[in-house]
């Protein structure tokens, strides 16, 4: 099984990308999100999802560990298949589905092409236990091209140390996640994890 690929990106289409990994092209499915990011020319290094069939193999590809993660967990709700799960990946970055699960915001994810208002409801209300955890294992989130800084990936960190400081405190993780989202919400991306913790805090003694 291709765990991950790097390579130079040869060609960008509608719904997947050629990586050139030693004058091997491989066809490689990706979120809308994922393929805006890539450019002819550009060395990338992406975890890869293989889905083998009796016909096919096919490729999924993804700029970070927790993005893959989130493409499994999503496929694990009744009718969300990887095509209904990359569109909700292109619509939502992995902390912004995490929040909205743990808000129970179904109609964000709504927002997805091909996801109406049943599936979103389904996929917030079946997924709001494990939103938690993948939100926390996102501690950094690479950014395509190595070497340049991730301000998304700070963010991302200061909400999970939060959340985690809140679960050693005794909250259990999903209220502490809701919490969290709320306070990331209100106070916006320069929120430190100090800040991030006093809000969640306050909206845990409600």
């Known amino acids: 099984m291709i765990g991950k690929l790097r390579g130079l990106v040869d060609a960008v289409g509608e719904a997947h990308a050629i ?26 290094s992406l975890a890869i999802e293989t ?11 993804f700029t970070s560990e927790i993005e893959r993660a989130w493409f499994r967990t999503l496929q694990s709700v009744q009718g969300v298949g990887s095509k209904v799960a990359l569109a909700v990946l292109g619509t939502l970055a992995p902390q912004d ?10 109609a964000s994810v709504e927002q997805t092409q091909g996801v109406g208002k049943k599936l979103a409801q389904r996929i917030v209300a079946e997924l709001k236990d494990k939103a938690p955890a993948l939100s926390a294992a996102g501690l950094t989130i690479p950014t395509v091209t190595a070497g340049k ?11 999970a140390e939060a959340i985690s400081a809140l679960t050693n405190l005794g909250y259990q993780p999903g209220p502490a996640s809701q919490a969290i989202a709320v306070a990331m919400r209100e106070l916006g991306e320069a929120a430190d994890t100090a800040k991030l913790i006093r809000r969640g805090l306050k909206e845990l003694s409600k």
């Open 19 to 44: 990586i050139d990994v030693n004058g091997v092209g491989y066809e490689v499915f990706a979120s809308s999100r994922t393929l805006r990011a890539l450019q002819p020319g550009q060395e990338v």
């Open 97 to 106: 589905l995490a929040n909205a699960i743990a808000l129970q915001d179904w």
């Open 51 to 61: 889905h083998v069939r009796e016909d096919a193999i096919r490729l999924f590809g």
């Open 149 to 159: 800084p991730d301000p998304a990936a700070q963010q991302n960190t200061a909400a």
